[in-house]
């Protein structure tokens, strides 16, 4: 076979498969499909970001290791995952400060939610959306809580502001 007509008929074909495995790798699907609910932290008197020393924040009643945040330092945010087989979460934050760590000091934040199912697409299949019915938070070092649009969708950003009293506050 003549070398000239390999290469006439294999690089079209090449650059087909190329196109074709290009465009398949641009769908929406390569962004996160999973809604996971992103709280950050704030001062409850300057509204600014804040980093929370010593502090260990776990789910309440999740099956297995439940953890989110191990005494971490200088954390201003943490990942709350919600359950699609549930309506309630509950995550409890405890301080661990030589000073601060009682368990009638830690806060638990609950969140009633509806998991409400997404068909985004036929490759991308379906993921949840968590429609926030209600919250509720203890207030020991935590002032407030805001969830601004009551909804907890696969955009990776910030759905939940944790308000908390510091030392810093008034």
Known sequence: MDVSVLKKSVIPVLSLLFLAAITACTGECLDNR??????????????KEVSIDSISVFGVGAPNDSMLVRNGRGVKQVYMPFRINASTVQFCFRYEQKALNFPQLND????????VPYFASK??????????????????LIDSVAIPTMQITNVDRQTIEIYFRTSNSN
């Open 34 to 47: 999973n809604s996971i609910g992103l709280a950050g932290f704030y001062d409850s008197a300057t509204k």
């Open 108 to 115: 638990t934040l609950t969140i009633n939610y509806d998991p």
């Open 123 to 140: 490759e991308c299949g379906v993921m949840y959306i968590f429609s926030i019915k209600d919250f509720s938070c203890t207030s020991h």
